[in-house]
């Protein structure tokens, strides 16, 4: 990696251009960490940018205490090392930072923390990508801009960058403490609260049973349908029954047999206010995206009224809210389990080609990780850790190919106008 800048009166470097001799992944959450191992193994170098202070940042501020992963840890486990024996099948989120942090340091990762990407732009006269960051320098009140030059650009922002708020009327007007559910950390700072919980997704549903768990009473949202399924059945994770019976069966069947699975074992939740799709879980997951809930208890606080299913909102008021219904409740506190949403096109990425409107790939699973030009994405899948991981090995394959064919380092371009060459 070579860098060149530019000096202030004072010395200091204001501004620099740094030649990546490999990929730039931007973003270091679990997906950028995957394809960082993928390509060391490949032999690879690259360059990760994290606008965070630390890996997985999602993970380490935006999650609540008693968060576990969802799925057994088998599914949820990154390229080329697995989780510990010891970790529980289900990790709970500080285990689950802790393998993360492992990971890291096991393939020698070390992201540039505090590098917030301003624009990333195919430059087709050098063949390169020019990926301007912004950074503060340390101790400093300077402010640095970086451009880096490389051939290929690894987006890995993943899906979950920017909290979704929906707008509602009156809720500037509410005189409650009103959070999203990534600043959400414990029950146990309302209890003895009446709260309105959001959103009825694995989140909401979580959140609504911590805060009972806590003495506190909540009152969850469910305005659309959303499949619940158990977490398990029989001592078996029902994922994992899922992937085994589609080997065998197809889709519409084995979405039957779940169905049935779940009316057996959780009853007829629909007379509780909650109201299952028309489309069949997994179909539903494959073709929009949307993950059936597994259930871990609130289904049962549920039916015993511990945790009331209200219907969608209309408005608030500076003490309650009023429901689609016309039922009126005083409450203290919302909890917007709304979700989260990807932040990279509209923002810093100048390209239109490779990503939609909703800021996902246009191309579907399985080919969403490759784009043009050295343009490659990953975490983009809407499945999870196990989409993240298929992206990245796929995507350190197919720079690593390029790379042993050519067995050298590039010859470094001069650039037009610059003054320097790299």
């Not at 380490?60 to 799925?71: A, E, F, G, M």
């Not at 949202?221 to 959303?226: A, F, I, K, L």
Request: net charge positive.
């Amino acid at each position: 990696m070579a860098i060149f800048g530019t000096c202030d009166k004072n010395g200091s470097a204001t501004r620099r251009s740094v030649w990546v001799n490999g990929p730039v992944i931007v973003g270091a959450g679990p997906s950028g960490l995957a394809v960082g191992a993928c390509l060391r193994a490949q032999g690879v170098p690259f360059v990760i940018m994290e606008r965070a202070d630390c890996i997985a940042s999602l993970w380490q501020s935006r999650t609540y205490d008693r968060l576990k992963l969802h799925l057994p840890k088998q599914f949820c486990q990154l390229p080329r090392l697995p989780f510990p024996d010891h970790f529980p099948e289900y990790p709970s989120r500080k285990q689950f930072i802790e393998y993360l942090e492992s990971y890291a340091n096991h393939f020698d990762i070390n992201p540039k923390f505090n590098e917030c990407v301003q624009s990333a732009k195919y430059d087709p006269t050098l063949g390169l990508w020019r990926v301007i960051t912004g950074s503060s320098a340390c101790g400093a009140v300077l402010f640095e801009e970086v451009e880096y030059l490389c051939r290929w650009l690894v987006v890995a922002t993943g899906e979950n960058a920017e909290r979704v708020v929906p707008e509602i009327e009156g809720l500037n007007e509410f005189k409650g403490e009103v959070i999203h559910a990534y600043e959400y950390k414990t029950g146990e700072n309302f209890k003895g609260q009446k709260v309105l919980v959001v959103g009825c997704g694995n989140s909401g549903m979580e959140i609504s049973l911590d805060l009972f768990n806590h003495n506190a009473a909540p009152s969850m949202v469910c305005r659309s349908s959303v499949h619940v399924l158990p977490r398990e059945i029989c001592g078996k994770s029902t994922f994992e029954l899922a992937m085994i019976m589609m080997r065998w069966l197809p889709l519409w069947l084995v979405d039957k047999i779940f169905l049935a699975l779940a009316w057996l074992i959780l009853g007829n939740i629909a007379q509780y206010g909650i109201k299952r799709p028309a489309m069949g879980p997994l179909e539903l997951k494959n073709k929009k995206g949307k993950t059936p809930v597994l259930d871990v208890g609130a289904v049962a606080k549920i039916k015993s009224g511990d945790i009331q299913v209200v219907p969608g909102v209309k408005r608030f008021s500076t003490r309650g809210v009023e429901l689609v219904n016309g039922e009126k409740l005083e409450i203290n506190a919302v909890v917007f389990a709304t979700g989260y949403r990807s932040t990279l096109p509209i923002y810093w990425l100048k390209e239109r080609e490779f990503f939609n409107e909703n800021r996902f790939p246009k191309v579907p699973f399985p080919n969403a990780w490759k784009g043009q030009s050295g343009l490659y994405a990953v975490g983009f899948t809407r499945r999870g850790l196990a989409g993240a991981s298929y992206d990245a090995i796929k995507i350190a394959e197919d720079i690593g190919k390029v790379w042993k064919d050519e067995m050298m380092i590039p010859t470094i371009p001069r650039l037009r106008g610059s003054g320097f060459s790299l």
